[in-house]
């Protein structure tokens, strides 16, 4: 599988906060979970082995978080992975509580994301996190409590890097007033693109986009469409001229496609390598 290996390269790297290169075609692990990503994946064996896979293919980039499962997604990550390779980022995230499957209360107050990165930090078994994300921003909760508190792990040296997760450009613009942000995570893909005003705004300062669900195409699926003929023309999938589409979209797009499958994941990264022509990129964007 060199050539697989090869083509995860050819997508380039980016380096987060100006100082931390990864591959531009990341692995996100919230799907390795149970259903409603809780609890325990039916084959814990076989997502330690979609880890390592994804590592082996030339995946230097890892998205997870504390409530992927919870606690479920950092310990598989620390059996599977540990020790690092010198060159694996790991990105975390903290902010969330969870109720049960498929249930998502955001929690920020500031001790208590002290307590999340703490426990990231031992469950992981590192001394720093390469990219710590508050997975949502709390109402409920100053922001300046909130971002402050990461800046004062960053100054401690828990965190390297701060990012943020499903938010609007005003608040990207409020919490840089407290620390460096260096990376935002939204939905966006082909079929979905409410977030493209912050994507273009991160792509102005050099801000990492990682977009979570990624591969979904929506309607442009349909028989006769642009993306079903392009498909079948460059004898490529959907998925991955998705992922296509998104890194041609703007040079500090990370997605991180997910899956529990070896299988899927190796036809996922082979998309690394698919180049879209400008054609072929306008036709898909228009398409939406």
């Given at each position: 599988m060199t050539s697989t290996k090869l083509s995860v390269q050819s997508a380039g790297t980016f380096r987060i906060g100006g100082d931390l290169p990864v591959t531009r075609l990341g692995y996100?692990?919230?799907?390795?979970?149970?259903?409603?990503?809780?609890?325990?994946?039916?084959?814990?064996?076989?997502?330690?082995?979609?880890?390592?896979?994804a590592v082996e293919l030339g995946v230097t980039f890892i998205d997870t978080a504390d409530s992927y499962g919870p606690y479920v997604a950092e310990p598989l990550i620390a059996r599977a992975l540990a020790p690092y390779a010198d060159d694996l980022v790991?990105?975390?995230?903290?902010?969330?509580?969870?109720?049960?499957?498929?249930?998502?209360?955001?929690?920020?107050?500031?001790?208590?994301?002290?307590?999340?990165t703490e426990m990231s930090l031992r469950i992981l078994g590192?001394?720093?996190?390469?990219?710590?994300?508050?997975?949502?921003?709390d109402p409920t909760v100053p922001l300046e409590d909130q971002i402050g508190e990461?800046?004062?792990?960053?100054?401690?040296?828990?965190?390297?890097?701060?990012?943020?997760?499903?938010?609007?450009?005003?608040?990207?613009?409020?919490?840089s007033q407290i620390?460096?942000?260096?990376?935002?995570q939204n939905l966006f893909n082909l079929a979905h693109?409410?977030?493209?005003?912050?994507?273009?705004?991160?792509?102005?300062?050099?801000?990492?986009?990682?977009p979570w669900f990624p591969l979904a195409t929506g309607r442009l699926l349909k028989r006769g469409g642009a993306l079903t003929a392009i498909a079948e023309k460059r004898g490529a999938t959907p998925s991955q001229l998705a992922l296509a589409w998104l890194l041609k979209r703007s040079p500090v797009m990370l997605p991180i496609p997910g899956t529990s499958s070896i299988a899927h994941l190796e036809e996922n990264l082979e998309g690394a390598?698919?180049?879209?022509?400008?054609?072929e990129f306008t036709e898909l964007t228009d398409a939406h």
């Open positions: 996100g692990t919230m799907q390795l979970t149970g259903p409603g990503v809780w609890g325990e994946p039916s084959d814990p064996h076989e997502a330690a082995r979609v880890l390592r896979r790991i990105a975390t995230k903290a902010g969330f509580t969870r109720q049960g499957p498929n249930q998502w209360i955001p929690v920020g107050r500031p001790e208590y994301l002290r307590q999340q590192v001394d720093r996190i390469d990219l710590q994300q508050l997975h949502r921003i990461l800046k004062l792990l960053q100054d401690e040296g828990k965190i390297r890097h701060i990012g943020l997760s499903e938010v609007t450009v005003a608040e990207v613009e409020a919490a620390a460096t942000i260096a990376s935002v693109r409410d977030a493209e005003p912050l994507l273009d705004y991160a792509t102005e300062r050099g801000i990492a986009f990682i390598s698919l180049e879209l022509t400008d054609e």
